[in-house]
């Protein structure tokens, strides 16, 4: 069963999102640091790594410079379009993993 599905992006700023399901989703961590080009972002927020290509449904930009797709890249999960329970969960995750 799933817990739904989450929408993502490599940076707050970045105007390209995707939506991911939830069992995508490796690493589940707070940070303030983006995806792609390390930007810091002005608050913590629950990032994870994914696939690539395995966005459900739109697309996150990236240069695939690190090698051939697919590969793994860091996003950031915005609670605004996402499924509230997978957030919940993706989000007890990272508080487990808080030093």
């Known amino acids: 069963m799933t817990l739904g599905e989450l929408r993502a992006k490599r940076s707050p700023f970045d105007?390209?999102?995707?939506?991911?399901?939830?069992?995508?989703?490796?690493?589940?961590?707070?940070?303030?640091?983006?995806?792609?080009a390390s930007r810091r972002m002005p608050r913590e927020m629950v990032c994870g790594y994914v696939s690539c290509d395995g966005a459900v449904s739109g697309a996150v930009g990236h240069r695939g410079i690190h090698g051939s797709c697919p590969h793994r890249i860091k996003v950031c999960v915005t609670t605004s379009g996402s499924s509230p329970k997978a957030f919940a969960e993706l989000r007890r995750i990272a508080d487990s993993r808080r030093r």
């Open 15 to 36: 105007w390209q999102e995707a939506i991911y399901r939830f069992e995508d989703f490796d690493e589940p961590h707070w940070s303030q640091v983006s995806g792609g």
